[in-house]
């Protein structure tokens, strides 16, 4: 006879892909204009990036377009972007 496990009324995606887990927000909630972590597709470490008005998203240290973005989170307080 064969057994298949219940149905568990707690399934749902991984832990660290759920909404506010480790500080990562859904992109659409990201602010416009500001610099932010942006988690990205085949990276092992956030980006800093900016959102734009169309909801794109570019790097700040070249201004190419991101392509595949996954999350953001805010930059932590006590981190500065190094002036040039």
Known sequence: MRRSA???ATAGPPEENRHGVHGLEPLETAPVGEPVLVQV???D???VAIRDQDGDWQATWNGDLIMDPLRWAPIPNGFKAQEE
């Open 6 to 8: 219940p149905l568990l």
């Open 41 to 43: 597709r085949g990276r």
């Open 45 to 47: 470490a956030p980006v």
